[in-house]
């Protein structure tokens, strides 16, 4: 039985690599059906997205039926530091604890046995923050995220997790989102790199909103790592989170039989 449900996660994992290819590779679709196709890609894109998160649950049993701890803790971060956010980058271990000018409070690190960016935001204000999302850009140019959008409540905290699996980086920045921030548009994520103040033509050829080169690949970064499609971006980010603890499975398994 294990097998067989290993053998499922692999293929969930390896679906990871090829959802962009497919979403970015779709035909447009006729004008009569363009309406319908929105609504019908939040759907799929939210069928998916619980598919990864029942296969990680999966993964986290299996652990547990193999007699290993769920997931160790972060390795001790160097330092802490309350100064990270937009265009300031931190070194690849370093924890970031802020309280951004919209009120919510994100303390994040990456846990290299996993491959994954861990922490949690909080709404420090008095009013509800409405489709709260967080990213994270790696200094090779890829662009992590973002998370699923989710309304948070005055002094309510939600767990953040960003899957950077496969890409090689030494410093990083993020940031929480609520709403539609400057720069996104009616259509959140979709708008960003088309042009004007935050797009790519006012940066310049190869640069990321944060400053850094766009590369080319998931081990190299770049807009290509993942779908262009933002309904799918949370999904792909799940499933980067599962391909990551799939390895650390692979790699505790490994070391427990020497």
């Known amino acids: 039985m294990m097998k067989i449900t290993l053998m499922s996660l692999m293929v969930l994992g390896m679906a990871g690599a090829g959802l962009s290819a497919h979403v970015d590779g779709e035909k447009a679709p006729a004008p009569g059906l363009q309406e319908q196709q929105p609504a019908q890609e939040r759907a799929n894109a939210d069928n998916l997205y619980d598919l990864v998160k029942q296969a990680r649950a999966d993964l986290r049993e299996m652990r547990v039926r193999a007699g290993l701890s769920v997931y160790r803790d972060p390795q001790r971060a160097r330092r802490v530091s309350n100064e990270g956010g937009e265009g300031a980058y931190l070194s690849k271990m370093t924890k970031l604890d802020k309280l951004f000018a919209n009120g919510a409070r994100l303390v994040l690190q990456f846990d290299p046995a996993t491959q ?32 699923r959008r989710i309304d948070v409540g005055p002094g309510e905290t939600v767990p953040v997790e960003l899957g950077a699996f496969g890409n090689d980086f030494s410093a990083w920045v993020s940031h929480p989102e609520a709403g539609i921030e400057a720069g996104h548009g009616a259509g959140g994520e979709e708008g960003e790199g088309e042009g004007g103040a935050e797009g790519g033509e006012e940066r310049g050829e190869g640069a990321n909103e944060h400053g850094g080169r ?29 391909r990551g603890e799939m390895r650390a499975f692979e790699v505790a398994l490994a070391a427990r039989s020497r």
């Open 116 to 147: 994954v960016f861990v922490g949690s935001v909080t709404n420090s204000t008095a009013r509800p923050l409405a489709q709260v999302r967080v990213e994270v850009h790696l200094d090779n140019g890829t662009e992590l995220g973002p998370t």
């Open 214 to 242: 766009e590369g080319p690949g998931e081990h190299g970064g770049g807009e290509t790592a993942r779908p262009r499609g933002a309904a799918f971006r949370p999904v792909y980010n799940q499933l980067q989170i599962l």
